[in-house]
Nanobody, 128 residues
Framework: QVQVVESGGGLVQAGGSLRLSCAASGRTFSSYPMGWFRQAPGKEREFVAAINWSGGRTSYADSVKGRFTISRDHAKNTVYLQMNSLKPEDTAIYYC?????????????????????WGQGTQVTVSS
């Protein structure tokens, strides 16, 4: 069983920055891909960023490319999402997900159905 817990959300002005953290349980954390998704009110959950098992490959949605950075720390069993130059349209609940059944998959995974375990989400609100 894998548990995923997000933290770091909050209220920030447009142009500001936030760093989200995602702590994952499990002794094999370093073997599986991780991803960040978000869901705004009235919209479907969408892909934001993903990182492969080693941390050597990442993938981003076009809407966040150049502004967001995903990274992972195997020693801390944690994945981060550094969000810079935030815009009001980034306002959403951000979810972290683990693809624990896809150990050692090299490409970052961008599909909702690729992930097996999800956190409860953390709210990010960007004011204009």
């Amino acid at each position: 069983q894998v548990q995923v817990v997000e933290s770091g959300g909050g209220l920030v002005q447009a142009g500001g920055s936030l760093r989200l953290s995602c702590a994952a349980s499990g002794r094999t954390f370093s073997s599986y891909p991780m991803g960040w998704f978000r869901q705004a009110p009235g919209k479907e959950r969408e892909f934001v960023a993903a990182i492969n098992w080693s941390g050597g490959r990442t993938s981003y949605a076009d809407s966040v490319k150049g502004r967001f950075t995903i990274s992972r720390d195997h020693a801390k069993n944690t994945v981060y999402l550094q969000m810079n130059s935030l815009k009001p349209e980034d306002t959403a609940i951000y979810y972290c997900a683990a693809a624990a059944d896809s150990a050692y998959t090299t490409p970052p995974l961008a599909g909702l159905s690729d992930y097996d375990y999800w956190g409860q989400g953390t709210q990010v609100t960007v004011s204009s």
